[in-house]
């Protein structure tokens, strides 16, 4: 059974950092893309970034380039999202999700297997 857990979440003031886990368990996923997601408050989700598992190709939203980095660890089968100099609106639930599609894509659609999100709060 596939299982992503995320970790990492918390409050943070204004310009800190925080660093998201995604531990992924159940199966290989060397050919999937993984996704950071988040939502806020009467918000819908949105991709934050994502990585391609077996090629490292990453992608991110304008709202995290230059500060937020996507990872993976192979041995330990676990994503990272960096996130530096964090703002007031970052604040949102974080979700790993893992896609099996042949091509990386930033449709939340084509995620076939979600964690149950990890909460960030920045404060000003």
């Known amino acids: 059974q596939v299982q992503l857990l995320e970790s990492g979440g918390g409050l943070v003031q204004a310009g800190g950092s925080l660093r998201l886990s995604c531990a992924a368990s159940?199966?290989?996923?060397?050919?999937?893309?993984m996704g950071w997601f988040r939502q806020a408050p009467g918000k819908e989700r949105d991709i934050v970034a994502r990585i391609r598992w077996s090629t490292g190709s990453t992608y991110y939203a304008d709202s995290a380039k230059g500060r937020f980095t996507i990872s993976r660890d192979n041995a330990k089968n676990t994503v990272y999202l960096q996130m530096n100099s964090l703002k007031p609106e970052d604040t949102a639930v974080y979700y790993c999700?893992?896609?099996?599609?042949?091509?990386?894509?930033?449709?939340?659609?084509?995620?076939?297997?979600w964690g149950p999100g990890t909460q960030v709060t920045v404060s000003s």
């Open positions: 999700a893992a896609s099996s599609t042949a091509y990386s894509s930033n449709y939340q659609g084509t995620y076939n297997y």
């Open positions: 159940g199966r290989t996923f060397g050919s999937y893309t």
